[in-house]
């Protein structure tokens, strides 16, 4: 097996808790994992609350179907945990749909945590969109470093409009979230680990904050 | 703005690519790893692999190679061949890979596409439909167009939308290898009839012909192998060209 020879020079600023990513049973867990191991990190994947609420980080995955993710939190008793977390969360694709209000996917209730009600594009455009936007209107340190109107990797039906915790913006149909903020909780729609060396500095980003 | 993605496909079989590979500058050209990091590198959006590999041990050694690329690429990339159950869905998806490609297996038990989408989201699913015309009719094949089937290609793709595919990747078999252009009358067809994006594949030769079949086939994609393997054409110089000709693409 090849080692990691960045894990040492590039030690991540993490501490004793390291960077916890949540396992419900839904999403593509590894994609995210060997993203964090190029930047020479490593990350706990557990459904495990002592180890989620000790972690320095936590990175709420996930991809499929709203209604039946949620019922996967619910199941483990994630839902009560997830919203109470005080260290930096970052919620991925679905992740960040279920940070907000309400999907009209499985017309589901989410975690409440972003002030916004996730909805579908119409069939003006072709659903899902699939391929790479641009990402603008950039307000976050999670974007250190990226330039307005880079481009990243998204594929989804359903989008979160723009609302007052909104910290990127991508269009398609519309204008959209495409990065949501609210205090310690963060949320991206496109895949930073599936977006190229551009991605991967959000990565960076996140674990450094 | 959504771009066009320019996506290479690489044929695997027993873990390595087996056509049309020519890099110099590649150490193992054979490596289908080496090669999706170099495509990774110069611009590619997206890359298929292509299992065709007959034998028993395919499986485990599709599974190893998923694995590594997963772990040295940063950009999506589809696996397709050989896909019959969720089971295998569910290991390749467990090991990296960002979406499969189904095709006789869909034909052959059209339910695979609900189960599929029904667990992992119809991001994932993407059909592949190798078509013929023939009389004017496109009918869709089997075996690597050997085999007719009863369906009609458009008949088919919104079967398959309706089962919760999440994208098509319509290959004609009329112009695939003739490096003559895409079936641009086809797909604008299949634009019009499905709300799902399209990936054109098949007939590549010029990047005129990439052109085409994003303005006048309204393709959101378009695949090809051995233009971009033997280096015809290089994915740089393709996006540029797209680029002058007010296409949409990642730079």
Known sequence: MKKNVNTVSQTPPLGAGGLAIIDYGAGNVQSVLFALERLGFEGNVTNDWNAIKAADKVIFPGVGEASSAMKMLEDSGLDVLIPTLKQPVLGICLGMQLMC????????????????????????????????????????????????????????????PLSENTIATTNYELAYSTALQRDNFFGVQFHPEKSGIFGEQILKNFLNL | MLTKRIIPCLDIKNGRTVKGVNFLDLKDAGDPVELAKKY????????????????????????????????????????????????DVDVLLRNGADKISINSSAVKNPNLINEIAAKYGSQCVVVAIDA????????????????????????????????????????????????????????????????????????????????????????????????????????????QFLKNQNIAVRM
């Open chain 1, 101 to 160: 209000q309400h999907s009209e996917e499985g017309n589901t209730n989410g975690l409440g945590i972003f002030d916004v009600n996730v909805v579908k594009f119409s069939n003006e455009v072709k659903v899902p969109q699939m391929g790479w936007n641009t990402i603008y209107n950039l307000k976050s340190a999670l974007f250190d470093g990226i330039k307005e109107n880079e481009f990243m990797y998204l594929v989804h039906s359903y989008y979160a």
């Open chain 2, 40 to 87: 990774a590198q110069t611009g590619a959006d997206e890359l298929v692999f292509l299992d065709i590999s007959a034998t028993e041990e395919r499986r485990a050694t599709l599974i190893d190679l998923v694995r590594k690329v997963a772990a040295a690429i940063n950009i999506p990339f589809t696996v397709g061949g050989g896909i019959a159950s969720v089971a």
């Open chain 2, 132 to 239: 013929k015309q023939i009389d004017g009719d496109w009918i869709v094949h089997l075996v690597g167009g050997k085999v007719p089937t009863e369906w009609n290609l458009f008949d088919w793709a919104k079967e398959v939308e309706q089962r919760g595919a999440g994208e098509i990747l319509f290959t004609s078999m009329n112009n695939d290898g003739t490096k003559n252009g895409f079936a641009n009358e086809a797909l604008a067809k299949l634009s019009e009839i499905v709300n799902i994006p399209i990936i054109a594949s098949g007939g590549a030769g010029t990047m005129e012909h990439f052109a085409e079949t994003f303005s006048n086939g309204k393709a959101d994609a378009a695949l090809a192998a051995s233009v971009f393997h033997y280096q015809e054409i290089e994915i740089p110089a393709l996006k």
